[in-house]
């Protein structure tokens, strides 16, 4: 299975944008679902997770602002970013694994950029 992040793009601070990340098989086959984000000079930083049955968990950079979720009939995990910071920028990825295995290998990334 592979998975494919899109929607990103520019927009101003305080603004909304919704990444998508489709996965080219059945994304319920995964455990954990998760998002990251990769600032230049930085190490990727995970945002966020969601698992098989719904439950999600965030970072703390992004907790209360950014939501997780899920279309099993679409085999496509979503990020909803909200209320969007300049230190949001970066290149957003998706990831996913079943418990105890290993990420699968990264897929390209979609840019976002938040100007002030």
């Known amino acids: 299975v592979q998975l494919q992040a899109s929607g990103g793009g520019s927009v101003q601070a305080g603004g909304s944008l919704r990444l998508s990340c489709k996965a080219s098989g059945s994304v319920s086959s995964f455990d954990v679902m998760s998002w990251y984000r990769q600032i230049p000079g930085k190490a990727r930083e995970l945002l966020g997770d969601?698992?098989?049955?719904?439950?999600?968990d965030y970072s703390s950079s992004v907790k209360g602002r950014f939501i997780i979720y899920k279309d099993n009939a679409l085999n496509t995990m979503y990020l909803q970013m909200n209320r969007l910071k300049p230190e949001d920028t970066g290149v957003y990825y998706c990831?996913?694994?079943?418990?105890?295995?290993?990420?699968?290998?990264w897929g390209q990334g979609t840019q976002v950029t938040v100007s002030s």
């Open positions: 969601i698992t098989s049955g719904g439950m999600t």
């Open positions: 990831n996913a694994r079943k418990i105890g295995g290993p990420l699968l290998s």
